[in-house]
Structures are given as C-alpha cells and as structure tokens.
DNA sequence: CCTCCCTTATTACTCCGACATATTATCATA
DNA sequence: TATGATAATATGTCGGAGTAATAAGGGAGG
C-alpha cells in the first residue's frame, strides 16, 4: 500500500547501482568524492561559469541521483578548495577564478581531466622554471649524503627504464622529489607535489602526440653533478635549463602553443 | 531529561555565539566552518600528531556537541586539504605532514592561528624571495598602463597612512597584488594569495614586538620605477633587496630565530 | 519621488535515526 | 602454521523534519 504513495514510478531505494556510474574510479573512492569530481571537473571545465548559481540542493541532489548528506559533503569540499560559496536564500554560487585554489593537488587533476588550458599550462611551466632552479640551488647548498644516494637511485632507475615506461616516469619524479626535499624547505616541497603532478599530465601529453624527441638524462645528470658538488649556482643554472627544455619538449607536442606574442 | 546527559554543562545550543570567535571575519561561518576551523588549529598545533587516529564519529561529534552531520561536513574539509583521512572500520587519522596543502589560504590561517613556527615562517619567507622578484620581472616585461596606475595608486595610499594603520598594510598587500597580477601569471597570483595572508600575520608580528624600524616606502619605489621603466633585471633586484630587508625586519622581531648557521 | 524599515518567502543549515558498505580482526579448519 | 570464512565495528549513505539567516518585496515616512 504504502509502497508507491509517490507514484512517482521509479526512483527512491537503489543507492549503490549508480554509485560507482559517475567516473567509475573504482574503489577507494566514496560517493561523496566522486561527486566532488564530477563537479569540480565541470567547473574547471566552464560548464558552471564563476557567478553561475547552481540549482537548490533539493532539486540538485534529486537530479543527480543522491541523497543531500552525499550532495552537501561533495559541496563542502568545494567551498574548501575555493571553488563556490554557499549563502542561505542566495544558494550556491561559482567564485571568480582568483579564488579558486588552482595549487591544490586535487584542483590541478581536474583541471587536467579535460582539455588543458594552454594559458594555464604555460603559467605552471613558468611557475616551474622559477621554483625549481630557487629549489636545486638551495639542494645544492643543504643536501645530506643521503640526500644524493636517493637522488643517484633515481637517476639510475631513469636510465633503466625510459620515459616511455611509468616506471621511468616514476623515477623521474622521484629524482625531482628528491632534489626538492634536500632543499630544506617544506613549503616548496609542498607545491612541488602540486607542480609534480601537472607536469605529470603533460608528460602523457609529450607521450601521446610524438616520440621522446630528446634524452633527458645528460640534463638530469648536469643537475645531479653540481648538487653533488656542492655548487649553488652551476645547479641552478642546470636545473633552469632542464626546465626549459622540457617547456620545449612539451611546447612542440601542442598543436596551437600560443608563441609568446606579446610586447 | 536529555539535557545534561554528558554533564558537560556548557555547550550544546550556541552555534552563531563561537562562529565569530575564530578570527573574528565577521558574520557568514556556518557551524561546520567553525568545527573546521577548530579541529584544524588542533592538528597544525601538534595537538592532533600525524598518525593520530581521532575518536569515532559518533562519540566524537557528541563529545563536541553537535550533529554526525555537521562534524561530518568539518572532516570533509579537512579531507579536502589533505590533513585527514578517513576509511571504514579504520578510522580518521591525521595524515604526514607532507600531505597537507600548506599552501592553502585557510590552513595557512590555521598555521598562524597558534604560536607560528619559526622554521616554517622562514621557508615561506625563502618562497617569497624566489617567487615575488620573479613576479617583478614579468611585470616589468608584461605591465599594462593600467597595472602601473594600480600600482602607484597603491604607494600613494602606504605614503599617507603608514604601515602602522590597517589602511597602510591594505595598501601595501594592493601594491603586491598588483604586481602580481601584472605578471600575467594566475599561478603566481593564486601563490600570492597564500603568502601574502602568511606574511600578513608576521606583519602584525613585527608591530607587535617593536616600532616600525625602517621606512619601507625607498624599497617600494625602486621597484615601481624599474616596473614602470620596463626594466625586468633592475625590477626583480629592487624586488629581491625589498624581500631581504623585510626579511630581516621580521627576524629581528622575532626572539628565537635560528641564525642561519649552517654550512 | 526617494529612502528606510519591516515583513515575508526562500534557501541553506542543522539535527536525528536508520540502514548499507567496507575493512579489519577473529576464529575455525586444513 | 597458513588460510579461509565469519563476525564485529566504524565510516558511508539515506530520508525527513525543523531552524536560522538572508535577499527580495512592500509599506510607512521623509
């Protein structure tokens, strides 16, 4: 009897079915994560453009499939990252792109999960170019013994396997781990993770699109000499160098690369 | 009846009277913010070590009063910016101390909620050294006309208040950003928005513990002359000398400050 | 005609209680 | 001892009810 007071026909108890249809990640990753992801990617996609107002979280978490506990906690991640703002009776708004937290980790993966904004891919090689080199100096002032074994590892795992393979793309973030941790300083080591994982994307870029048009091990190993040598400048200068190649690289792997035009 | 059955006396129904207490931004945080805010200062003041495992949900949320529902929405946040983690059966445990974003605006806040450590102060201060002088540079190559109004706008503004008023130290961050923004670089802008806060509460720091040593108004103008003049090495010199003398202010201001002696 | 205050309606916020799910720990068995 | 099934437990998800805050509209006063 009481079983379709509704009539609405469908809907009300199957939870788990579409729970893993979103992105189907797989597990490890709850509901309330995948929904985050779900929305976050759309967000940075410029499906909910910043001043946008998202519908009512009745409506909305009806329209998805979810329950409002589900739908909230997805939400409060994104207040957490910057990306809406939540006010009684106003609803939920997109915020302008400076407030959003485009360093977060998380944030970054979603801006990568579509088609990346090569403004936005230049701005992080740039970013790069200036953190890192600032990074191997200080490396080469402060590095321990072990500091340059885990680096010498690195690098030998590097040579094995190249950077066709994930386990020479592991190694390769590894070495630049390394080198960002024998600098001593924890908050560049926490956006290296950040960079770290952007320049991973493009990385599958560089794959994807051509063959590894150059040996990155002779620059690896200028940089991991003059870290080894205790010599701050030479590795700076090593390190702003690898960089820049590797802007190259990926430069020439995307088709319409805007060729820094401006006065 | 169920009242008192804790006997902890206090709590229980005030949500808006503790929502302002944090850092007093004023109206807009919710109760799940202010959870956010308080289990956030708890872990980046070592109260909650990397590794701890934090009470059940249920016990948890009625040992701090208030719903599973919103101490959930708290967690989430903290999830969101990699303090926490939580899994089924085992638990919410505060994650390394290399998984947190310490990058981001807010738990930067909570950083210096506490008493700051000293050696993360001087890491961010390392960061600032490497990032603005950069910043310059681009700005000196990329200023618009209108980036160089905003600019002096701004140093005309620290002129007539003094970094002793809130409008001067306003003023001052205004002239950062600008630069910043100048720079054409949104990775470095958002970068700002996170040191610029950190350098924010050393500068309340600094007026805290002495008067104003030095008149910051030459330093400022030596870099607005090489950005006007697009003069990207003399921009980023003047913006590096700037950083070390403000550098320099604040470790004077700041008793036990480890004097650099290594090697 | 404009300004200011008050009323009202809408929306997010908080709470509650139940069930589902995943993971760890335990124990029986080979 | 090793290995598998089993049970215990904490997080995850759900639905609904009531509260509080705020933006919008309307009325009184200037």
């Given amino acids: 009897m009481e079983t379709s007071e509704t009539g609405d026909a469908t809907t009300k108890k199957r939870p788990s079915a579409k729970a893993t249809a979103g992105t ?25 453009a910043p001043g946008d107002v998202l519908p009512g979280e009745v409506v909305f978490a009806e329209e998805l499939g979810v329950s409002r506990s589900a739908y909230r906690e997805a939400i409060q991640v994104l207040t957490a990252k910057g990306l809406v703002a939540s006010r009684p009776k106003a609803g939920t708004r997109v915020l302008a792109r400076e407030r959003w937290n485009l360093l977060d980790p998380e944030v970054l993966a979603w801006a990568f999960a579509g088609e990346p904004d090569v403004r936005f891919v230049r701005d992080l090689f740039e970013l790069r170019s200036v953190i890192e080199p600032a990074a191997a100096r200080l490396a080469a002032m402060r590095r321990s013994k072990d500091d340059v074994r885990i680096m010498r590892d690195a690098l030998a795992a590097m040579r094995r396997h190249t950077l066709t393979t994930e386990a020479g793309r592991s190694a390769d973030r590894d070495f630049h781990d390394a080198i960002l941790r024998a600098s001593g300083n924890q908050a560049m080591v926490v956006l290296s993770a950040s960079i770290g994982a952007a320049v991973h994307w493009t990385t599958q870029f560089k794959q994807r699109s051509r063959e590894l048009p150059r040996n990155p091990i002779p620059d690896h190993v200028r940089v991991f000499d003059a870290i080894a040598a205790s010599d701050p400048d030479a590795a700076a200068e090593a390190m702003g160098s690898l960089v820049d190649l590797a802007l190259e690289d990926t430069r020439s792997s995307m088709e319409d690369w805007p060729r820094e035009k401006r006065a």
């Avoid at 189907?24 to 909910?48: F, V, W």
């Fill in 24 to 48: 189907g990640h797989g597990p490890g990753r709850r509901l309330h994560g995948a929904l985050a992801h779900k929305l976050g990617t759309a967000i940075l996609s410029g499906q909910y």
